[in-house]
């Protein structure tokens, strides 16, 4: 069976994406600090898949850690979920995002040389495309990030280039995600911030089961139908099924893929407030403030090339992702807390 290391695994995409691999036949085996995430996840992903799932607790900067689990496992391949993905803490401590975000990149890519697995999915964001000056970003926008986060993914993204070239036997495949929304349709797995959630849907979810007393919509002075931000929210499952789709793709015929994954159809904030109270029956409060720091008014992906080589395109709208949202959300209040 082709066993696969999941960095990030308990996190909020990797979790999805583990319970889709464990589906589709792969072994999983997951590496992750808890950092942003709780262990009792682990128990959840076996329990949807109905597989056992190893899990790893600790860091991918420690080589030493990486070296066992390579000299334990002959892995296929590995999807690299681990990172920092906070944007306004990135600008407010730059040192700890290179570090985690790079450095850890670098020793993970390192030690995958060393035990000769040469197979990787990376992570990306549509972050790097920065601010093109027109709204469909295709993979050819140009990269231009505009903060510490971005340039993260950025600079992976380059290593990972730098190394297909210096090492052609390397097939990897940079998945620049649009805005992952959404949870499992069980309500056993979601997205779970730790803190006050930077994102939209997460707040909005708190908003709606009283954890939060209203939302703050930020900005309605863009220049976009009803002057709130637009962007292309995705079903984490439609995500974590282009990670499957890419692993499968992946090969002599693609060694280098480079893809959007994203829906084409962008949302306003109001609208995805009115969705989730069709979907949740709840009224949302909320009140219009300033803009919010480095946001754009309107983004979406071109997702068209991963549609031509993955065969892969995003299928569930925007009801099932404040349905499933909604689902999880209440029949987990505190997140995993109830663990
Ligand atoms: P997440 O925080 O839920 O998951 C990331 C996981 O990585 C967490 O479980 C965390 O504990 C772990 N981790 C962080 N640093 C680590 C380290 N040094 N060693 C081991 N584990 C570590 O985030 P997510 O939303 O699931 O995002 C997964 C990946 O996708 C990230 O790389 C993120 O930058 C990228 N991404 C996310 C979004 C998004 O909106 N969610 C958008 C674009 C790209
Ligand atoms: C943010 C990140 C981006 C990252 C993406 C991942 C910033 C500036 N950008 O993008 O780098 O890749 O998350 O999902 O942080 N909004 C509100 N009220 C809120 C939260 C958000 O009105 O409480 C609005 C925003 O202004 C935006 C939209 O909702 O118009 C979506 O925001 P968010 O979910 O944070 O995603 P992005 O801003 O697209």
């Excluded at 899990?55 to 900067?61: A, L, N, S, V």
């Excluded at 390192?110 to 000769?116: F, L, T, V």
């Excluded at 863009?222 to 929210?233: F, Q």
């Amino acid at each position: 069976m082709r066993k696969v290391l999941v960095t990030g695994g308990t996190g909020y995409i990797g979790s999805h994406t583990a319970i889709q691999l464990a589906n589709a036949g792969f072994e999983v085996v997951i590496l992750d600090n808890l950092s942003n995430s709780s262990k009792g996840v682990v128990a959840r992903i076996e329990e949807l898949s109905k597989r056992q799932v190893d899990f790893i607790e600790g860091d991918i900067r420690d080589h030493e850690l990486l070296r066992n689990i390579f000299s334990q496992h002959t892995f296929d391949s590995v999807i690299h979920f681990a990172g920092l993905k906070a944007v306004g803490e990135s600008e407010e401590q730059p040192l700890r995002y290179f570090d985690n975000n790079v450095s850890g990149s670098i020793v993970l890519f390192d030690e995958m040389i060393k035990a000769g697995v040469y197979k990787l999915i990376f992570s990306s964001s549509a972050t790097v495309y920065g601010d093109p000056g027109y709204v469909c970003y295709s993979e050819n926008t140009p990269l231009a990030p505009i903060n510490v986060y971005g340039r993260t993914k950025l600079m992976v993204e380059d290593i990972l280039r730098d190394l297909k070239k210096s090492q052609p036997k390397w097939q990897i495949a940079l998945l620049r995600y649009f805005n992952p929304v959404g949870a499992h349709e069980s309500g056993r797995i979601g997205e779970n911030p730790f803190g006050v959630p930077n994102n939209l849907m997460p707040f909005i979810s708190q908003v709606a089961i009283g954890r939060r007393s209203k939302l703050m919509v930020y900005g309605n002075d863009y220049a976009t139908p009803d002057g709130t931000g637009l962007r292309d929210y995705i079903h984490v499952e439609d995500l974590a099924a282009g990670h499957v789709a890419a692993l499968k793709t992946l090969g002599d015929v693609n060694p280098f893929i480079t893809l959007n994954l994203g829906t084409g159809k962008p949302y306003s904030v109001l609208e995805m407030i009115s969705a989730f109270e069709r979907a949740s029956g709840i009224k949302i409060p909320y009140e219009i403030v300033g803009r919010r720091a480095g946001d754009l008014s309107e983004y979406y992906a071109n997702a068209d090339l991963a549609k031509e080589i993955l065969g892969w395109q995003a299928k569930l709208g925007i009801d099932r992702m404040c349905a499933d949202t909604w689902c999880w959300q209440k029949s987990n209040p505190e997140g995993y807390g109830i663990d």
